[in-house]
């Protein structure tokens, strides 16, 4: 598991002097850093005896590392930034520090200030489709579990109690600790409200409104959900050159970063139950655009973006690689039918070099240009 972010790690490594890998709670930072890094010492900074070690004394704390470490937790003593950007001025070598991001998005922040041109980030996501094919499982079971690695390694059956230890420990640890909220219940309730929002444009005026707060808190929490990685804000694609005829100012569209998270929201516990939910469609573009987003380790935040013109006509996914360019219409059917094209052929219009292909599928998914089949890419 984890190979690609494995190498998208080592690249990172040999061509700078720190790498921050970032990313949600129990996602497996941890470990694929041990795992890549395993010839630097490892220091948890969340150890008491350490904490106030480094604390105490950062100077003298650093100098036992001068040649390299992963450092866990370091927000605990943000004080180290300084003797790290030192002791990379003062040797400039690849690959030396390693550091391990926390939910604090202020501190996150500040590690690429403090170390601008030293650092890089990989933003480390839950397990991907391709990553899981070993287990064999169906698209609506994907979505079920998600992709937390934990899920998955030690095949862990109670997926519900699974997630409701999570969400309750990142309520916890993370909006009350880190972004002061005190009414826990109510931002589970803006969580779940978002969940039956997902695939939908985001509309701070309608969110306000249901769930009885002013749109400064809204647009706080959505800032809180998207920095902690709960959820993700598909924006609008929009062309390098000006063609307002073709182009419709939209607002982002709301999905989530792991489905399992977004099915516990919704209170579905199996994977048939997916069949005849109200969100099935959401639920299957949910993962696909995932899955594009997590083939784009080292373009974080990805070029990955919805379109919609003026008439409805709507394409669920684009994705720019340089100057290549992919557009994705995802549906749920397990029939390919002629008029599925029918988007993609008023998005190849605006772009008429756009490669364009169709995601359908029910137990798995398959996709599909007008010419002829193509490997899944999911």
Not at 100 to 113: A, L, Y
Not at 131 to 142: A, D, F, N, V, Y
Not at 201 to 228: P, R
Not at 290 to 315: C, S, T
Request: net charge negative.
């Amino acid at each position: 598991m984890y190979e690609r972010q494995k190498e998208s790690l080592r690249c990172l490594a040999r061509s700078y002097p720190a790498v921050l890998i970032a990313g949600p709670q129990q996602v497996g930072k941890t470990t694929i850093a041990k795992e890549v890094f395993g010839y630097l010492p490892y220091i948890s900074l969340a150890d008491a005896f350490v904490w106030d070690q480094a604390r105490l004394d950062p100077k003298s704390f650093f100098t036992h590392y001068d040649d390299g470490a992963i450092f866990d937790d370091i927000q605990h003593v943000s004080e180290l930034l300084t003797y790290l950007q030192v002791a990379i001025d003062a040797k400039h070598q690849n690959g030396r520090f390693v550091l391990i991001g926390s939910q604090n998005f202020e501190m996150n922040e500040q590690i690429p200030e403090y170390l601008a041109g030293h650092v890089d980030i990989l933003t480390l996501l839950p397990l991907s489709i391709a990553e899981l094919q070993s287990e064999k499982m169906t698209i609506p079971e994907l979505i079920i579990s998600g992709g937390y690695p934990r899920l998955h390694t030690e095949k862990r059956e109670n997926v519900w109690k699974f997630y409701s230890l999570y969400i309750q420990k990142y309520l916890e640890q993370n909006v009350r600790q880190y972004h002061n909220v005190d009414n826990l219940d109510l931002f589970l309730d803006f969580m779940r409200l978002c969940a039956k929002h997902v695939g939908q444009s985001l509309d701070i005026v309608n969110l306000s409104h249901d769930l009885g707060v002013d749109m400064a808190t809204v647009q706080k929490w959505i800032f809180i959900l998207t920095t902690s990685h709960i959820i993700f804000l598909l924006q609008p694609y929009r062309p390098y050159y000006c063609n307002f005829n073709n182009f419709v100012d939209l607002p982002p569209k709301i999905y989530f970063c792991d489905t399992g998270i977004l099915s516990h929201l919704l209170n579905i516990k199996l994977a048939k139950e997916i069949e005849t939910h109200f969100a099935k469609d959401k639920f299957y573009k949910n993962i696909a655009i995932l899955e594009e987003i997590k083939g784009r380790q080292l373009d974080m935040p990805p070029n990955v973006y919805f379109w919609q013109d003026q008439a409805g006509h709507e394409v669920d996914c684009v994705s720019r690689r340089g100057s290549q360019l992919q557009a994705f219409k995802i549906e749920a059917k397990a029939t390919m039918q002629k008029e599925m094209f029918q988007d993609l052929d008023c998005f190849q219009v605006l772009e008429p070099s756009v490669n364009g292909c169709l995601i359908y599928g029910d137990d798995t998914f398959t996709v599909f240009s007008k010419t002829e089949a193509v490997c899944p890419v999911f």
